[in-house]
T-cell receptor
Framework: KQEVTQIPAALSVPEGENLVLNCSFTDSAIYNLQWFRQDPGKGLTSLLLIQSSQREQTSGRLNASLDKSSGRSTLYIAASQPGDSATYLCAVRKGNSGYSTLTFGKGTMLLVSP | NAGVMQNPRHLVRRRGQEARLRCSPMKGHSHVYWYRQLPEEGLKFMVYLQKENIIDESGMPKERFSAEFPKEGPSILRIQQVVRGDSAAYFC???????????????FGPGTRLLVL
């Protein structure tokens, strides 16, 4: 059974800092890995999706890496801003043939103070 | 192109009542997924439906919970005789049809927050 763990559970940083969020998963047979952002009382916004054959993806100040063999992914946020404050969720999709659903971690709650 | 719509956004029920949660997928999407987020927990898969068919309900409690996705209209997640432990955020996601199976990107709705008193 796939399990996804995210550390730290919460993180507070001053504006402008670079930071790294960690995600680990127990079953390396994944199809892809996705990072989401969840604002309080809101739905999920997809940030980055990394296919199992890829090592990293970048979007603006965000960079996600994937080490499938070791079961790890990191989300790097450069020059953090107060608007980055949210909960960041990591989710993996199973690699078997046919359909598969997402398995989520519990998230990292990020607070960026001005 | 409107995103995934869920209503109501907030729902309050007393123990023993029924809760009906609705999800309208994005236009052209025929796959719907329901997830539940309990307090302090991650999102957990509940059920995966295609039009008029339940494909996988392995994450849904065997009793009191049911889901449907009719040919016309939204997908419905129904919880009968609600208990306090059902209080959670329920998220719906949709994805387009895929010849390779249901592994297309899922787009999430804003969720329904259910509170059982």
């Amino acid at each position: 059974k796939q399990e996804v763990t995210q550390i730290p559970a919460a993180l507070s940083v001053p504006e402008g800092e670079n930071l790294v969020l960690n995600c680990s998963f127990t079953d390396s047979a994944i199809y892809n890995l996705q990072w989401f952002r969840q604002d309080p009382g809101k739905g999920l916004t997809s940030l980055l999706l990394i296919q199992s054959s890829q090592r990293e993806q970048t979007s603006g100040r965000l960079n996600a890496s994937l080490d499938k063999s070791s079961g790890r992914s990191t989300l790097y946020i450069a020059a953090s801003q107060p608007g980055d404050s949210a909960t960041y969720l990591c989710a993996v999709r199973k690699g078997n043939s046919g359909y598969s659903t997402l398995t989520f971690g519990k998230g990292t709650m990020l607070l960026v103070s001005p | 192109n409107a995103g995934v719509m869920q209503n109501p956004r907030h729902l309050v029920r007393r123990r023993g009542q029924e809760a009906r949660l609705r999800c309208s997928p994005m236009k052209g999407h025929s796959h719907v997924y329901w997830y539940r987020q309990l307090p302090e927990e991650g999102l957990k898969f509940m059920v995966y439906l295609q039009k008029e068919n339940i494909i996988d309900e392995s994450g849904m409690p065997k009793e009191r919970f049911s889901a449907e996705f009719p040919k016309e209209g939204p997908s419905i997640l129904r919880i009968q005789q609600v208990v306090r432990g059902d209080s959670a955020a329920y998220f719906c996601a949709s994805s387009p049809p895929s010849p390779g199976g249901g592994r297309e990107t899922q787009y999430f709705g804003p969720g329904t927050r259910l509170l059982v008193l």
